[in-house]
């Protein structure tokens, strides 16, 4: 018999159906019972359009710098899933590049926002 694993994800969404929570469990996972997050990005292959489906989801406390960093571990993971999958090292390593540049343009921005003024700054 073939083993057989589910990840599954609950979105509790507020009076404006945005999600106000994010919860999943997997069969796989170490801990038992539902784990809370603030954000889910998948990816699902549609083997008969040839083309990918996503679904982005995201709570109200997810912050912006938050958002920035987690699409860029996004893809960065798949720097190396695709590493993995494929041994295309150049396509990878782009990947990579990009993460590079835009953890720097975060950090930039960072720097920026730290020296600005603020109201109660002369």
Same mark, same amino acid.
């Given at each position: 018999? =073939? #083993? ?7 979105v509790e969404?507020?009076?404006?159906n945005? *999600? %106000? ?6 069969? %796989?996972? *170490? ?28 709570? #109200? ?6 958002? #920035? ?20 090292e150049?396509?990878? =390593? ?5 993460? =590079? ?13 730290s020296?600005? *003024?603020? *109201?109660? #700054?002369?």
């Open positions: 018999m =073939n #083993k057989k694993s589910e990840i599954v994800f609950s969404l507020d009076e404006n945005i *999600p %106000d929570k994010i919860h999943w469990n997997a069969t %796989d996972r *170490p801990d038992e019972g539902l784990s809370q997050t603030n954000a889910i990005s998948l990816s699902i292959w549609d083997h008969f359009q040839k083309n990918t489906m996503r679904i982005d989801l995201w709570t #109200k406390q997810m912050t912006v710098d938050e958002m #920035k960093r987690f699409y860029i571990d996004s893809i960065g993971g798949l720097a190396q899933s695709l590493l993995n999958a494929t041994g295309d150049y396509m990878a =390593n782009e990947m990579e590049g990009l993460c =590079n540049r835009l953890v720097k343009h975060v950090e930039e921005e960072m720097k920026k926002m020296e600005k *003024p603020g *109201p109660d #700054k002369k």
